[in-house]
C-alpha cells in the first residue's frame, strides 16, 4: 500500500508542479479537471445512500461556478445566484414527474456546486497573489507535511481516536504530529525560499500559516468521511492507487486554500 501511494504521488506532482509553478490557464485547467472527478466521486457518495443527484448537472454546475470565479471574478455572484434557480427549476420539474428523493437531491447538488466549485476556486485565487507560487507552495507544502506526519506518527504511536465517528482511523498523536511536521515544513520553506527564490519573508509568517491550517485543514477530511460513513465507503473513489480518489486527495486542499488565501491578504500581505 505505501510504495502505492508513493508512486501515484510521484505521478500527481509530475503533473501538478508544472502547473503550480507555470500558473495561468494551465493551473486552471489542471484543477478544474481534479475537480470535476471530485465532483463525480461526491455525486457517488450520496447515490451509494440512495440520494440519486445528477451527475451531469452537478459536474456542470460545479465547472461552471469555479470557471467563472476564476475566470470572470465579476460575474461569479450572478452565474453562482442564477445557477441555484435554475437548477431548483429542474429538480421541480423532476419532483412534478414523480421523482419523490427531488428536494434532497436539490439540497446536494447546491452544496455541491458551492463546496467543489466556489470554494474549490480559492486555490486559483491563492496562486494568482503577488508571489503567488510561493504563497502556493507554503500553503499546500504545510498540508503535505501536515498528512505524511499525521499518517506515520498515527499509524506508529496513534492510541487515542481523534473523531472515531468519522475517521476511526485518525488519532490524537496523529494529529498534533501533523501540526508539528507541518510548522517544521513551513520554517524550511521560507528558509529555502529566500536563499533559492530571493523573498525574504519572515519565519512568524510561515509559522503562523503552517500553524493555522494545520490545525485545521484535517477538518476538511473529516468533513469528507462524514460523507463517505454515510454511504458507507472507505474511500470516495479508486482512481487514485494508495490514495482513494480524487475527493479523498483534495479535502484538506479546499480548507487550506481558504485559510491560506486569507490569513495572507488579510494578515500578512
Known amino acids: 500500500m505505501l510504495d ?16 503550480i509553478i507555470v500558473g495561468g490557464y494551465l493551473h486552471i485547467l489542471v484543477v478544474g479537471v481534479i475537480l470535476g472527478f471530485a465532483t463525480w466521486e461526491f455525486a457517488q457518495l450520496f447515490i451509494a445512500n440512495s440520494i440519486r443527484p445528477s451527475k451531469r448537472i452537478l459536474v456542470v454546475g460545479v465547472v461552471v461556478v469555479y470557471l467563472t470565479r476564476s475566470l470572470f471574478p465579476g460575474y461569479a455572484s450572478q452565474v453562482l445566484t442564477f445557477s441555484i434557480l435554475v437548477i431548483m427549476l429542474v429538480y ?4 412534478e414527474r414523480g421523482f419523490g428523493q427531488a428536494p434532497l437531491e436539490f439540497v ?15 486555490m486559483i485565487d491563492l496562486r494568482f497573489l503577488p508571489d503567488g507560487v510561493w504563497w502556493f507552495f507554503l500553503v499546500f507544502g504545510s498540508i503535505w507535511a501536515a498528512d505524511i506526519g499525521a499518517y506515520f506518527i498515527g499509524k506508529g504511536l496513534g492510541k487515542h481516536q481523534f473523531f472515531p465517528r468519522s475517521s476511526p482511523k485518525k488519532t490524537w498523536e496523529g494529529y498534533i504530529g501533523g501540526i508539528c511536521t507541518s510548522l517544521a515544513a513551513g520554517v524550511s520553506l521560507v528558509l529555502i525560499w529566500s536563499r533559492v527564490g530571493g523573498i525574504h519573508l519572515p519565519v512568524w509568517a510561515a509559522i503562523l500559516v503552517s500553524l493555522v491550517i494545520s490545525v485545521l485543514a484535517p477538518f476538511g477530511d473529516l468533513g469528507i468521511s462524514m460523507f463517505k460513513r454515510l454511504g458507507e465507503k472507505k474511500d ?29 491578504t488579510w494578515v500578512i500581505l
Open 4 to 19: 502505492k501511494r508513493i508512486v501515484t504521488s510521484l505521478v500527481m506532482a509530475a503533473v501538478g508542479l508544472p502547473a
Open 236 to 264: 470516495s473513489g479508486s482512481f487514485l492507487p494508495g490514495h482513494g480518489g480524487f475527493l479523498d486527495r483534495i479535502d484538506t486542499w479546499l480548507w487550506g486554500a481558504v485559510l491560506g488565501f486569507y490569513l495572507v
Open 108 to 122: 446536494v447538488t447546491v452544496c455541491g456546486m458551492v463546496y467543489l466549485g466556489w470554494i474549490g476556486a480559492y
Open 92 to 95: 421541480l420539474i423532476l419532483f
